[in-house]
């Protein structure tokens, strides 16, 4: 089996993610209870996991699929990305042990 562009997929989930911001925002979505905002910022974490990996395979993929000059400081940045997506999935994690004992 070949590989595939994840483009797509990514725009997906970002559109998700921007419609419950829009939806929060205007007052059409809102959490009923402490649990479900506990569990929402488990997946927030999760989602920030899979962005970090994503990241880190862009920075590497980058500088492999072009002659461009400007391409391994684009890598570079693109790590740095990664880097701070690990950096917010660690206070996501605290953030939703904090949350999970609230009743």
Known sequence: MGTYDPTHLLKDAAKSLSTA???LAA???EWDRPR???KSLEWLRDLTGDL???LLQQA???P???NDQDAPAAGQ???EAAATATQLGNQLRKAHE???YVR
């Open 21 to 23: 911001a829009e939806d």
């Open 27 to 29: 007052g059409r979505a």
């Open 36 to 38: 479900d905002v506990a």
């Open 52 to 54: 970090s990996r994503i």
């Open 60 to 62: 590497g993929a980058l």
């Open 64 to 66: 492999r699929m072009t």
């Open 77 to 79: 940045r693109i790590a």
């Open 98 to 100: 904090s949350a999970d």
